[in-house]
């Protein structure tokens, strides 16, 4: 399994509260990735990173920023926490080296479950 | 706008049964097309499919490419109970800096004993 770890697991916290997951990896891939799961909506993107403080925004980055200070870290922050954050977090990671076509696998962390009461 | 979209949304077999899953695909820039297998914790990886490797198989699941149709599907046959799970399918794409993994809503498979 590829050497990802997300903090915390689980998280119960008030709205109007910020909020910040950690994920992180030992395998030193250049590619980060938060995303939500919700019921109905699949895996979607929230932020990205394509290195060491170049981050982007995916589709549902609204109420979401991210931070990358070092390769092996990526932080999510919810600023101020809303019920509609109320969600699975998970982070992956991969390498995506344009020379080596088969280097697109990418790997998950076990997951963040948030609530937001 | 880059879209993944699978069927059926679920699906209810027998142990024994052969099931095909489909996933279509919108994007631009194309790199990869993924398919992973999701239980009650973060998704595994199960395939990976490009324009040099358009059909993989390992044991009793395999996976076909169609560049043309622009779509995959995923078969598993003689199902057992575990492969009970939620089966999504990723297309990754994207330039230099910008790669993005497009993730599909997902297929549920519940296989009876």
């Known amino acids: 399994d590829a050497g990802i770890t997300q903090s915390p697991r689980h998280k119960v916290t008030e709205t109007g509260t910020p909020v910040t997951l950690r994920c992180h990896q030992t395998e030193n891939h250049r590619y980060m990735y938060w995303y939500r799961q919700d019921p109905g909506h699949g895996l979607r993107l929230i932020h990205y990173?394509?290195?060491?403080?170049?981050?982007d925004k995916g589709e549902v980055s609204d109420g979401y920023s991210v931070s990358r200070s070092k390769t092996e870290d990526f932080l999510l922050t919810l600023e101020s926490a809303t019920s509609s954050q109320t969600s699975v977090y998970f982070c992956?990671?991969?390498?995506?080296?344009?020379?080596?076509?088969?280097?697109?696998?990418?790997?998950f962390g076990p997951g963040t479950r948030l609530t937001v009461l | 706008e880059d879209k993944v979209v699978q069927s059926p949304l679920s699906l209810v077999v027998h142990e024994g049964d052969t099931v095909t899953l489909n996933c279509s695909y919108e994007?631009?820039?194309?790199?990869?097309l993924l398919w992973y297998k999701q239980e009650k914790k973060a998704p595994t990886f199960l395939f990976m499919l490009t324009s040099s490797g358009i059909e993989k198989k390992s044991g009793r699941l395999s996976s076909i490419l169609d560049k043309k149709e622009l779509s995959s599907i995923l078969n598993i046959t003689a199902t057992q109970t575990g492969d009970s799970a939620i089966y999504l399918c990723?297309?990754?794409?994207?330039?230099?800096?910008?790669?993005?993994?497009?993730f599909g809503t997902g297929t549920r498979l519940k296989v009876l004993a």
């Open positions: 990173s394509y290195g060491v403080k170049d981050t």
């Open positions: 992956a990671i991969s390498e995506s080296n344009p020379g080596l076509a088969d280097y697109n696998e990418q790997f």
């Open positions: 990723a297309v990754h794409r994207g330039t230099s800096g910008t790669y993005k993994y497009i």
């Open positions: 994007v631009t820039n194309f790199r990869s």
